[in-house]
């Protein structure tokens, strides 16, 4: 059996005067999630006439992108605050969200409030006796040897590793025993509270 994949678009109107207006540093780079792929490349030959671009990247849930050195800041094209805020908190660089031709700046309050959810799950993490240990089904994101390194070295706290396609923090609630919950595929479930990443664990613990 073949599978067929069939490229998302976005049917969007592009305004080229207020995409030229636009005020930005010098040298940007641009990302988008996949819906926005042609409209981004519109939008970088647009930009490349006033500015230096760095670099287009597709982003994903789960990735993590590299930036060149001289970017001094990111353009998002796509819509919701998702994959933006993670972008400004693990980039350190200012990030203007784009959407039907109007920009926003991602605010420090908004980065502030996902590092303090980020804190308060990695401390509800060391005081849990009980961990359930996420382990996602879906290629690219399946880390079934990483949780079970986590689970074996968890000497002092009982830890449960729990396997499926979709991983959604609204079934937690079915698994009322367990205290706190580490994510080991997509890095993005840590916008929900009491969800922590593998990778934000230190080795000590």
Known sequence: MKTLFIPAKINAELNEKKIESLK???????????????????????LSKTYQITKIIQVLGCSKPDFPKDTQAILLIGSGRFH??????????????????????????????????????????????????????????????RALELKNSLKNKKAYILIGNNLSPSEFENFKTIDSWVNTACPRLDFDAGVINVRDISKED
């Open 84 to 145: 933006a805020v993670s972008l400004a908190m693990e980039t350190n660089l200012p990030v203007y969200g784009l959407y039907n031709n109007s920009m926003t700046e991602i605010s420090k309050e908004e980065i502030e409030s996902l590092k303090t959810k980020k804190k308060a799950s990695y401390l509800k993490f060391l005081n849990s006796d009980k961990i359930g240990i996420l382990v996602s089904t879906k290629p690219g994101q399946e880390n079934l040897k």
């Open 24 to 46: 930005l540093p010098n040298n940007i780079a641009i990302a988008y999630s996949i819906q926005y792929k042609e409209l981004a490349v519109k939008i970088q030959k647009i």
